[in-house]
């Protein structure tokens, strides 16, 4: 069994930094890892995701540039970097151990979810 558990969330201003951390355990290099967000009155989406034994990685349009994802199999986390952060940012962050992409169905393993708050 996968658990995974969400930390790094606050509130920072338009223009600051942020690190999401997502702790697993279970078989964490079996899985990909993907960050998903959902803002109030929004779909849940997939913002990045990591396949921690070839490092692949992907992310959406909307972060990219801007974020991270970065696997460490001897800690089991994975972070999620987040740089040059904006008002849309605002969300919920969810980790997700399940197969590759951004479709939430494909994903059996959830965190709880971290606030992140971005101030203008």
């Known amino acids: 069994e996968v658990e995974l558990v969400e930390s790094g969330g606050g509130l920072v201003q338009v223009g600051g930094s942020l690190r999401l951390s997502c702790a697993a355990s279970?078989?964490?290099?079996?899985?990909?890892i993907a960050w998903f967000r959902q803002a109030p009155g929004k779909e849940r989406e997939g913002v990045a995701c990591i396949i921690n034994y070839n490092n692949l990685t992907r992310y959406s349009d909307s972060v990219k540039g801007r974020f991270t994802i970065i696997g460490d199999s001897s800690k089991n986390v994975v972070y999620l970097q987040m740089n040059s952060l904006k008002p849309d940012d605002t969300a919920v962050y969810y980790c997700?151990?399940?197969?590759?992409?951004?479709?939430?169905?494909?994903?059996?393993?959830w965190g709880q979810g971290t606030q992140v708050t971005v101030s203008s």
């Open positions: 279970g078989f964490f290099d079996d899985y990909a």
């Open positions: 997700a151990a399940g197969t590759w992409g951004f479709v939430i169905a494909g994903y059996n393993h």
